[in-house]
């Protein structure tokens, strides 16, 4: 038996290799496994995440070129994953240890050993970010033979190290500003996709790729067995989210039988989702800036998978629960958890400490830790009143110098930059 993936919106099955190298299905829909893998949690040892990736991922990848085994997974997680205490039986689960200092290492680094594996023709990858996919993307894919990555972002908002760790690389990376919104960037890259231009070979590396979803299962699963062991009790997970795409794969953990209680969806000042839930209608919105930039997503892709997870509309709505956190309660909350706890968060981490602080302390919780503080350093120096040490690793990318092109949101302009 082997696992396929079918479009959310109900194209007919397609192999994991063929899911990977499409990114979108044709029909415009997300592809999302047509079952999930249920497991004997004993053949899990906890004590080594790559062991536990290797068993986690190969039942997705049965029939793929790829296989997917402790060495595969060894060249991709090979950076920590630490659990730091924050009282009692509340943790931050630091999943900002990769090259690029957020969780979206995971994802991209996972991808970027798949996808050289599956082509026989120099590809473009294009991807649209609102912060930190487009570093991880490009880190990921930098010097990655036959493989070019075009890295859409909007101009002007995204912290100036989050530009300079997606415009360091050269080589076969090109990072594009877009005079516009991360909307009008996923908009972009859509379209490209409806309209491939002739001649060349274009996927894309968004979550909307399920080779980026996938990996972001084993920081779940993993931290749930870890936890749960030492606790006797069952997870509680609080998700940062902004595209849907973390939270997905939180679920996805969930319904593979990985001891998960509550997930708790934090988002920021971009509604979209809580209203959805609110009024029973769907409306896209215009995106609103926030603190934590990276979830600044007023249409999230996403939630088609979600949707599909929860095809009853009641159901969905007492599956999910979600809180937005403005910008007020961000700053409040960096504040406290300084004060509190000596942890530095990030804006995004914020959202989800807003909501662990009128959680019931009683139970066991993993908060979400979805980058390294010193990236928006900017906005939480000044509220803790400390430098926050810059890591090797962005000290390095910031010496670099950097090169990038500016289009305006046209569809013409990015089909000339991406066929020059
Ligand atoms: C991308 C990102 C998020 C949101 O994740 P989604 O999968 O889009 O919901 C949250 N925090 C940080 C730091 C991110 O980079």
């Not at 979108?24 to 080594?48: I, Q, S």
């Not at 790559?50 to 997705?60: D, I, K, R, T």
């Not at 988002?267 to 930039?293: E, I």
């Not at 990236?375 to 110098?401: D, R």
């Amino acid at each position: 038996m082997s696992i396929k993936y079918v479009s959310t919106r109900g194209e007919k099955a397609v192999t994991v290799d063929g899911a990977i190298v499409n990114g979108l299905a044709a029909d415009g829909g997300l592809y999302v496994p047509t079952e999930l893998p249920h497991y004997d949690l004993t053949r899990f040892n906890t004590e080594d995440l790559v062991q536990c990736a290797a068993v986690l991922l190969a039942p997705f990848f049965t029939d793929s070129q790829i296989r997917v085994n402790e060495d595969f997974c060894r060249e991709v997680f090979s950076f920590l994953l630490p659990l730091t205490p924050l009282q009692a039986e509340s943790y931050l689960l630091e999943l900002f240890h990769g090259p690029t200092l957020s969780f979206k290492d995971f994802g991209a680094r996972f991808f970027a050993q798949c996808l050289p594996q599956l082509i026989d023709k120099p590809t473009t990858i294009l991807v649209a970010t609102s912060g930190d996919t487009g570093s991880a993307v490009a880190s990921a894919f930098h010097g990655k033979k036959g493989i070019k990555a075009v890295i859409l972002f909007p101009y002007g908002q995204i912290s100036e190290r989050q530009q300079a760790q997606m415009t360091c690389w050269g080589d076969n990376i090109q990072a594009v500003a877009v005079q516009g919104s991360f909307d009008q960037c996923q908009q972009l890259v859509k379209q490209i996709f409806r309209q491939p231009p002739a001649g060349i070979a274009i996927t894309t590396a968004n979550s909307i790729n399920i080779a980026r979803l996938l990996p972001q299962v084993l920081f779940y699963a993993y931290s749930s067995m870890r936890l749960s062991k030492q606790h006797g009790a069952p997870a509680n997970f609080i998700v940062p989210s902004g595209n849907l795409g973390n939270v997905t794969a939180c679920y996805w953990a969930k319904q593979m039988g990985f001891p998960i209680a509550d997930i708790l969806i934090a988002t920021n000042a971009n509604t979209v989702l809580s209203d959805f839930l609110d009024s029973g209608s769907y409306h896209a919105q215009p995106t609103r800036a926030t603190l934590a930039n990276a979830m600044d997503v007023g249409d999230p892709s996403n939630l088609e998978r979600l949707l599909s997870l929860f095809p009853d509309f009641s159901q969905l709505k007492q599956s999910l629960n979600v809180q937005s956190v403005s910008d007020e309660e961000i700053k409040i909350a960096i504040k406290k958890c300084y004060q509190q706890t000596k942890q530095i968060i990030c804006p995004h981490t914020a959202t989800a400490y807003w909501r662990w602080l009128h959680a019931d302390k009683n139970k066991l919780w993993i908060l979400a830790a979805t980058a390294h503080p010193v990236k928006f350093a900017a906005t939480i120096e000044p509220l803790i009143q400390q430098p926050i040490p810059i890591p090797p690793v962005l000290a390095e990318q910031m010496q670099q110098g950097y090169d990038f092109s500016i289009i305006n949101p046209s569809f013409n302009e990015l089909v000339t930059l991406v066929t020059s």
